[in-house]
């Protein structure tokens, strides 16, 4: 077995036994504990959890549902204290409210999921002993933004005909953020935070570019169209191109306006990862997590400041305004009838090829510059996914998270999975995507010309094909496959303070739950996958945090399987039997204090 002695520094720990218990099962010798839940209240003046008499009110001031993304921000002067960011991506109604009816949601329940969604800012703390952390609740940085706070739109977009509508004929200015996924941190401490499948939202859309976007004719599951007629297309046209951005926001200042950066892009962001230039501009890559979409990068054109006045910070919040979208192009370098994804590998012994990051707009000072034929500037950063089938970019299977390696520089995207993969009527394998219905998904690592952020050439291979290692059709980078553990539907990436790549997991379709891996990157042991932890059932992995002394992972939708109800429960984590399931964050650490994987 891969043992805990020899493995590469930081994954040093005996993987845990893939399996379908309702718990958080994590390594000998580490402890955990639930950091915080949905529900629990952060705000001051916000009542403790009570399912039966929850309000809109009482969960604004509440944890939200669904923790995702999960960033931890240094408070420098308060000892032991750091700030934990977290998106709440959706809701689960019928795990929410006991006797949910799906057909006729009360208003109430609707008010409670705006409330429920978004992001909350919550102090933790940490034991002076072990590496448990529990939230500080009525910190004066605690905060909550739902899917009513006011937004500011910036960036070459903002105000734009596209984006106006009756409530808001500037179109500069929205209520509140949907369906956060996954994000990043920034280098100058603020936190980005993806909009992904927000089509969900909006019903009653007509419109190709509606379509391509995937809302829907008809209407929503949620049926919010019913409670406020901007989630209504045919009353509010423009209300759904104002969602679909990466939003910033300045955990350090409650006080804030959150902003929706339009010269990202439009789509459905997975996330939104940054690294700088040697010259101090930001480089942020986003994938748009859809079977055959695309990952894009936005290269700034300004310079980060260093400081915390507030005109320094105020500059900073400007640096993702101006700038170049890119879209990727991947060629690969075999023949196509090597391309079988059987696990023959091409006669060149890699999945591999060259790319180009190919220039879709730019945004300025004075205006922006459109570079795709037929499109103006605004309607490549409002319908970005038009812009990347204008030219020719690589349909991968579901791009989701992106992570550059702080050691290396070399770029980690994390491709889900596509059982449309080489259905009728659609692409087919290539080098980049090259198994048929992809069920388990892969890793491309991508080396950026000189590496250099900033090059529109690249370098790629496949890391990982996932999968049962006992399938010839996958790969751990060339590491011998009788000394890896099984992973499928890789999500969410992430490094630890070695340069090891950590990979949560969103559906894994190997007859067990989903979980936590680390992968060292580098070395002999390059490619040598480990399991850290497992989720409770219908629990997805999100948001690993990988420090010296502590893991923390977001449990997101425990319970969600079909037919799962109040109830009816298909998980009571993380209270047990009576109790309602809850997501929730969750820390890790080694119960003797040594370093995770040391
Ligand atoms: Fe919200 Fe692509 O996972
Ligand atoms: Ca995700
Ligand atoms: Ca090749
Ligand atoms: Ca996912």
Redesign the pocket.
């Known amino acids: 077995a891969a043992g805990s002695g020899r493995a590469a520094r930081g994954l040093r720990f005996n993987p845990v036994v893939p399996n379908t218990a309702d718990t958080v099962t994590v390594p000998d010798g580490y402890q955990q504990n639930v950091v915080i839940r949905w529900g629990e209240p952060i705000l001051r003046g916000a009542p403790a959890f009570d399912p039966d008499h929850q309000t809109a009110a009482t969960q604004a001031g509440q944890f939200g549902y669904n923790c ?1 993304f999960l960033s931890l921000l240094p408070l420098p002067g308060e000892r032991g204290k750091q700030l934990l960011v977290a998106n709440h ?1 959706y809701t689960d109604e019928v795990l929410m409210f006991a006797g949910y009816d799906e057909a006729n949601p009360t208003r109430e329940q609707v008010e409670i999921a705006w409330a429920a969604h978004g992001l909350s800012a919550v102090v933790v703390e940490e034991d002076r002993r072990t590496g448990k952390l529990t939230a500080v609740p009525r910190h004066h940085l605690n905060r909550r933004v739902t899917a009513t706070t006011e937004f500011r739109v910036t960036g070459p977009a903002a105000g734009s005909d596209l984006l106006k509508t009756s409530a808001d004929p500037t179109g500069t200015k929205v209520l509140g953020t949907l ?1 956060n ?2 994000g990043g941190t920034t280098p100058w401490g603020t936190t980005l935070h993806g909009e ?2 927000f089509n969900q939202y909006f019903g009653n859309a007509t419109r190709a570019t509606d379509k391509r976007y995937g809302i829907g004719t008809g209407g929503t599951e949620r049926k919010w169209e019913l409670f406020d007629k901007r989630f209504d297309v045919a009353q509010e046209p423009n209300e759904v191109h104002r969602f679909g951005y990466v939003v910033e926001f300045d955990p350090y200042d409650p006080s804030s306006t959150p902003r929706k950066h339009t010269a990202l892009g439009r789509f ?1 962001h ?1 996330a939104a990862t940054v690294r700088l230039t040697a010259d101090g501009r930001p480089v942020v890559y986003s994938g748009d ?1 859809e079977r055959f979409d695309y990952f894009y990068k936005f290269v700034s054109s300004k310079r980060m400041k260093h400081g915390t006045s507030r005109a320094v910070r105020e500059h900073n919040l400007s640096l993702l305004d101006e700038g170049t979208l890119y879209v990727a192009k991947l060629t690969g370098d075999s023949p196509a009838i090597e391309i079988d994804g059987t696990g023959k590998l091409p006669s060149d012994g890699e999945f591999d090829g060259s790319g180009e990051w190919i220039p879709l707009a730019t945004a300025t000072a004075k205006g922006a510059v459109s570079h795709v034929d037929g499109m103006t500037a605004e309607e490549v950063f409002v319908f970005t996914r038009l812009a990347g089938d204008k030219v020719g970019a690589t349909k991968m299977d ?1 791009p ?1 998270d992106i992570e550059p390696s702080p050691l290396t520089g070399k770029v980690y995207v994390a491709l ?1 999975n596509n059982k449309d993969r080489g259905a009728t009527g659609k692409a087919g394998p290539d080098e980049a995507n090259p198994r048929n219905s992809n069920k388990h998904g892969h890793v491309l690592e991508l080396t950026e010309r000189w590496n250099r952020p900033e090059s529109t050439r690249f370098a790629w291979s496949l890391f990982l094909v996932a999968g049962d290692p006992n399938d010839p059709a996958t790969y751990f980078a060339g590491f011998p496959k009788d000394k890896v553990s099984p992973i499928s539907c890789p ?1 969410n990436v992430a490094f630890d303070p070695y340069g090891n790549l950590w990979i949560s997991t ?1 559906g894994a379709q190997l007859g067990v739950h989903d979980g936590l891996f680390g992968v060292a990157t580098r070395g002999s042991r390059r490619g040598e996958l480990k399991q850290f932890l497992t989720m409770p059932a219908g629990a997805e992995t999100c948001g690993p945090i990988i420090q010296e002394r502590r893991v923390l992972v977001a449990v997101q939708h425990p319970g969600e399987i079909d037919g799962a109800s109040v109830e009816n429960p298909a998980s009571t984590w993380p209270d047990g039997p009576g109790k309602l399931v809850r997501p929730a964050v969750v820390a890790v650490w080694r119960a003797d204090g040594c370093a995770i994987g040391s």
Do not use: L
Request: aromatic letters at 0%.
């Open positions: 995702d991506e369906n996924c996954s992904e499948n459905k997975e997590d579901r989701e889900t999500d969103d």
